[in-house]
């Protein structure tokens, strides 16, 4: 490698090219493809926060969706009643905070099954809540709006002015929890995920670090939630179901624990693979799902976002093999000393 590419310039570049394309990309895209790819965003931030309190904090949970059912159902309370959008949003981010935090603060001190137990019931009890507040949610039919519509005063058409928002929100989403688990938060997280009593000595209360993780992981659940809203205009009970929380955690294994690309490759897989089965035949969606989780398992056991390590293992593998293999010597036979014809080396 040239000496003037060095990692933090190739990363800058790569930062740079990312950005572009970002900012570009709806001004030459379909409507069709900027939806797609606002829907990836949207569901971005929702695995960003499972990935905070399980990839992260090593906790177990299993209702992100009901957070990010929650914050669609406040950002379209707010939408039908008037509400100002910088409103809606915070109470969206605030709402789920405040229930994530009250979970945690009972369930925080559980582990394993019994901890996968307490957050399985939030989309379980959340979904017939959600029916039965019919004046609030809709009830089955679900709240249907129409907002975030672009300014007089900008030249966009509805699909690129909704792409704009939702990217922007999703990328200050992202920046703000990179900072956080790069520094104490992030440090405190890894140190009670990996053993609690060290966590004890150090003088990090676990207890308080799991309920900070579930609260932070709800927060931006909610944030997700109204972000959902201002792709889809649409939200129902389907929302928070369970299913969806599975399909979530799927799509968080796929991309990758405990890594904010990972996040994001969840989110592509997540968007993406139902579209391509949609294609190929509807009705195999869940068996196509299936088999990219285990094959993702078997060859990619830290994620997507693992491949480029992997292929740089298996690359520096094959150098040490053809570096130590004589010429002429077949594979595996280096350093082997040739036999005559009794079985005795020369």
Not at 12 to 39: G, I
Not at 208 to 233: E, N, P
Not at 307 to 319: D, I, K, M, Y
């Amino acid at each position: 490698m040239p000496a003037f590419l060095t990692a933090g310039r190739l990363r800058a570049a790569a930062v740079a090219v990312v950005a572009v394309v970002l900012v570009l990309l709806p001004l030459v895209s379909s409507p069709y493809v900027n939806y797609q790819v606002t829907t990836m965003a949207v569901f971005a931030v929702a695995l960003l926060g499972l990935n905070v309190v399980m990839g992260y904090a090593g906790q177990v949970s299993l209702g992100q969706s009901a957070f990010v059912g929650i914050g669609a159902y406040v950002a379209g309370y707010g939408t039908l009643n008037g509400w100002p959008v910088l409103l809606s949003f915070v109470v969206a981010c605030l709402l789920p905070a405040v229930v994530g935090m009250l979970v945690a603060l009972a369930a925080a001190r559980l582990r394993g099954l019994a901890l996968a137990m307490v957050t399985i019931a939030l989309p379980i009890v959340g979904t017939p809540v959600a029916k039965r507040l019919s004046d609030v949610t809709g009830g089955s039919q679900g709240l249907t709006v129409s907002w975030l519509e672009p300014p007089s005063w900008v030249a966009l058409a509805d699909d690129q002015w909704r792409y704009y928002v939702v990217v922007l929100i999703a990328l200050g989403v992202f920046l703000l929890t990179r900072n956080l688990v790069r520094g104490r938060v992030g440090r405190s997280f890894a140190i009670v995920r990996d053993n609690e009593a060290v966590a004890l000595s150090m003088g990090i209360s676990p207890y308080r670090t799991k309920v900070l993780a579930f609260t932070l992981a709800s927060t931006i659940g909610g944030a997700s939630g109204f972000l959902y809203l201002a792709v889809v205009q649409y939200t129902s009970p389907e929302t928070l179901s369970f299913g969806t929380s599975i399909n979530l955690v799927v799509a968080m294994v796929i991309g990758g624990t405990g890594s904010l690309v990972g996040a994001v490759l969840g989110a592509v897989y997540y968007v993406l693979v139902p579209v391509l089965a949609g294609q190929l035949d509807a009705s195999r969606t869940a068996l196509l799902s299936g088999a990219v989780l285990l094959l993702v398992l078997f060859v990619l056991p830290g994620g997507l976002v693992s491949l480029p390590r992997r292929v740089h293992q298996l690359l520096t593998a094959r150098r040490r093999r053809s570096a130590t293999t004589p010429p002429g010597a077949p594979d595996g036979q280096a350093g082997t000393p040739a036999l005559t014809s009794d079985g005795v080396a020369p």
